[in-house]
């Protein structure tokens, strides 16, 4: 079993409505780590969590560090936000991120 | 916020060259950086890790004279892939920690140098 679930794997959805993606981790972590990979690969760091919540433009992260589960919601999608969302974790006293395998988001217009 | 750089951002070479990849903090100093490696539809692998003025600490499987890694400076990090092959054609991806305390735990990352080897 993988230490970073997300699921889904593929979301295909309309434009404005309401995407959630979700993560769940098995390792006690330090922070939690949303990423956004564009086609033509450069990585965008959306998201650093260690608990609660956070909110930037129409995306929000949320964070259970007593269920290790974790969601990134976007509000109002947009043909634009079609990525791939990964979530990674930093484990306790290690700077080095376990990668989920990314959620494959693509918004019709 | 905090910018990391890579240089090429492609790089088409033949077989049996070497190519040199480098990694930098643009406006922050960062005492660890990460190499990472992306094969199509998979997720990030880390090849390594670069501690500044020490040597790389290489992941399970990843040959350490195939792969050189330099982290010279606060702000530079260089991957060498020698005698690059075919296989070898991959994405690579910089990150990097700055060196404050309490900023321990982020990570920058480069946007990527995809490597084509013919």
Known sequence: ?109 | GAVVSQHPSWVICKSGTSVKIECRSLDFQATTMFWYRQFPKQSLMLMATSNEGSKATYEQGVEKDKFLINHASLTLSTLTVTSAHPEDSSFYICSANPQQATAYNEQFFGPGTRLTVL
Not at chain 1, 24 to 45: K, M, T
């Open chain 1, 1 to 109: 079993k993988n230490e970073v679930e997300q699921s889904p794997q593929n979301l295909t959805a309309q434009e404005g409505e309401f995407i959630t993606i979700n993560c769940s981790y098995s390792v006690g972590i330090s922070a939690l780590h949303w990423l956004q990979q564009h086609p033509g690969g450069g990585i965008v760091s959306l998201f650093m969590l260690s608990s609660g919540k956070k909110k930037h433009g129409r995306l929000i992260a949320t964070i259970n560090i007593q269920e290790k589960h974790s969601s990134l919601h976007i509000t109002a999608s947009h043909p634009r936000d079609s990525a791939v969302y990964i979530c990674a974790v930093s484990r306790d006293s290690n700077y080095q991120l376990i990668w989920g395998a990314g959620t494959k988001l693509i918004i019709k217009p």
